[in-house]
Each structure stands twice: as structure tokens, then as C-alpha cells.
């Protein structure tokens, strides 16, 4: 594993160098503040009047068109949703490249899966922090730094590892440290892990475990405790040393029936399932399942979200939450 840090960047190529930040959302936001609090000189192109262009304007940029934001700077920095990058690349972005300018990503997913074909003659780069933008922005005022993954996908000019780092550095992501990798290890890894761990296999664990509690007697709430409350605390210790340190400081109880758990849960039919779904984010599948899903409006999505909203664990959750004048709502 090769890890870059502040010592790595002997002169940061992007003092003076106009930055064009697309998108001023969750990433949008911490990128372009963090950027300008670091002397880079940023502008924001965003929809004129739209949400981003408002917050941008709230936040004390200047924001332009997109295509003028671009037309404007040496380092194009994209942060669109991944839905919507692709359009937005060949409408209003590509026309308008300086030449040599540098393309950033902060996520592998149109690079890897071809919905993107940067032209020759410019450096391709990634630089992903690990966390959401109002983590990466709030580390940076204290004078911390978010972990992030790097790579160069496109080296045109010869410097593009030096402007991926100068990047990640402005960031404040050196403080922390960035890990090498290559765009596709970033775009496989973060879907998989998105789909059978964070958004995908922990939701429905829960859920599952909610209903089994529910249809056999138990409280509505106490089981909402049990099954979705208290899984930040357990989360909250892997993260701080692993999962070994997380079962070292929960009860020898539960230590014991995690492991019997576990081996009657993660069976061979599951791993079987989780290379399954390996294999069609590999293959080029999802992505293009994705893509037919934007396409048609997103209506199964929508019909996905409007019935889980409706599940029982929803209702038993507010009153529990009710209890709980420390929880605060952050949609940033």
C-alpha cells in the first residue's frame, strides 16, 4: 500500500492555477471552500438559480454557467452526480476544455464503466476522500485531514501524479494521508461495498431482524433500539480498531453469540451471492442497469423509496429518536 502525505509534495502545482468546481453539492461544497481556504483560486459552475448555484452564492463564490466555469480554469474538477456527468460532460463541459487542462474526479464510476472518454492531450485524475463532504469540510477547520484515495488515469503532461497530490493536499486529505489505487479498484470497491455492506446488506439485515422480532411478540420500539439504534456503537468500534477490538470491548455475551450468529448468517449461499454481485459490477452490468434506470426517469427507484418509507420500522423509529435530544438531522 503506498500512502502520500503532506512530506510527498515538495511544490504544489495548483498555488495560482484557476480550479472550476461542477457541482455544488455534498462534495461540491467542502471541495470548493476547502480549495479556496488553501489559496486556490476557485470558481463554481453550477445551474444558473438552481440549488447549488443558490448555496454557492450563500457560501460567498461567484458561481457561472458550467460551461463558463470551465472555459475559465486549468483544473476541472467534477462532482455531478454520476447520472448526470455524462451528459454534462459532452454538452457542457468538453466543448468548452482549455487546452491541457486537467480533469478531476472524485469517483471512478463514468471513467471506469465508459460513460466518459476524456480526449487526449489531458491529465485524468482522482482524488476521493472517504466521507461525506460536511466531514471532509468540517476535519479541514480543525486542522484535520479525511483519508482519500488516489490515481492517475491519464498522465499527458508527465505531471499529473503531481497535480493529483498537490489536489488531495489543498483538500486538506494529506493531513490524513491518500492511499494509490487506480480508478476502476475505486469505482468496483465503492459500489460492492455500497451494495452488499453500507446501503444494501446492513438496511436489510436490519429490517429482517426488526420484522422477525415484531412478528413474534416484541415491541415495535425496543426492537427498533435493538436492531437500528444501537448499530452505531458497534460501527463507531470497528471503525476506531477493526472488528477484533469491537468484539475485545463488547460483553463476553455478546462476543459469544456473535460468532455462533455469524456462522448461521454469512453462509455459503451469501458469499456465493456477494461474488454475484461482484461479478456484475466487474462485468459492466450494474452500470448499465443504472443507466437504463436514469433513462426511463428513475421510477423504479422512486416506487423503491416510496415503499420503504412505508415499512413499520419507519413509524417505530420516531418515537424512539423523540427520546433522544443529542440525535441532529444533517442533510448536507
Excluded at 480550479?19 to 471541495?31: K, L, P, R
Excluded at 492511499?179 to 452488499?196: C, N, P, S, Y
Excluded at 443507466?291 to 426517469?297: A, L, P
Aim: aromatic residues 8%.
Amino acid at each position: 500500500m503506498k500512502v502520500y502525505r503532506d512530506a510527498d509534495v515538495a511544490r504544489n502545482v495548483m498555488q495560482g492555477v484557476p480550479a472550476a468546481i461542477i457541482g455544488y453539492g455534498n462534495q461540491g461544497h467542502a471541495h470548493a471552500l476547502n480549495l479556496a481556504d488553501s489559496g486556490v483560486e476557485v470558481v463554481v459552475g453550477a445551474r444558473r438559480g438552481g440549488g447549488g448555484w443558490q448555496r454557492a452564492e450563500a457560501d460567498g463564490f461567484k458561481p457561472l454557467e458550467v460551461s463558463e466555469a470551465v472555459a475559465a480554469a486549468d483544473y476541472v474538477v467534477v462532482l455531478l452526480p454520476d447520472e448526470v456527468q455524462a451528459g454534462a460532460f459532452e454538452g457542457e463541459i468538453l466543448p468548452h476544455l482549455r487546452r491541457g487542462a486537467t480533469l478531476v474526479f472524485a469517483h471512478g464510476f463514468t471513467i471506469t464503466f465508459g460513460e466518459i472518454d476524456p480526449p487526449q492531450g489531458h491529465d485524468v485524475i482522482l482524488v476521493a476522500p472517504k466521507g461525506q463532504g460536511h466531514f471532509l469540510r468540517k476535519l479541514y477547520t480543525q486542522d484535520q485531514g479525511l483519508m482519500c484515495l488516489v490515481a492517475v488515469e491519464r498522465d499527458a503532461s508527465g505531471h499529473a501524479r503531481d497535480k493529483m497530490l498537490s489536489y488531495a493536499q489543498m483538500l486538506g486529505c494529506l493531513r490524513a494521508g491518500a492511499i494509490e489505487t487506480t480508478f476502476r479498484e475505486e469505482a468496483v470497491t465503492d459500489l460492492f461495498g455500497e451494495q452488499v455492506v453500507l446501503c444494501g446488506g446492513v438496511p436489510a439485515l436490519v429490517k429482517a431482524a426488526f420484522e422477525t422480532l415484531v412478528e413474534n411478540g416484541y415491541d415495535p420500539q425496543v426492537a427498533y433500539i435493538e436492531c437500528l439504534h444501537e448499530l452505531q456503537i458497534i460501527t463507531d468500534l470497528m471503525s476506531r480498531g477493526g472488528v477484533q477490538f469491537m468484539r475485545e470491548k463488547i460483553s463476553r455475551t455478546a462476543a459469544w453469540g456473535s460468532y455462533v450468529a455469524e456462522q448461521a448468517i454469512v453462509t455459503g449461499e451469501v458469499k456465493s451471492k456477494m461474488r454475484s454481485i461482484l461479478k456484475s459490477i466487474e462485468s459492466g452490468d450494474f452500470a448499465r442497469g443504472w443507466r437504463k434506470e436514469t433513462d426511463d426517469g428513475q421510477e423504479r427507484l422512486g416506487r423503491y423509496i416510496a415503499a420503504e418509507a412505508k415499512h413499520p420500522i419507519e413509524s417505530a423509529g420516531i418515537p424512539v429518536r423523540a427520546l433522544m435530544s443529542y440525535l441532529k438531522e444533517d442533510d448536507s
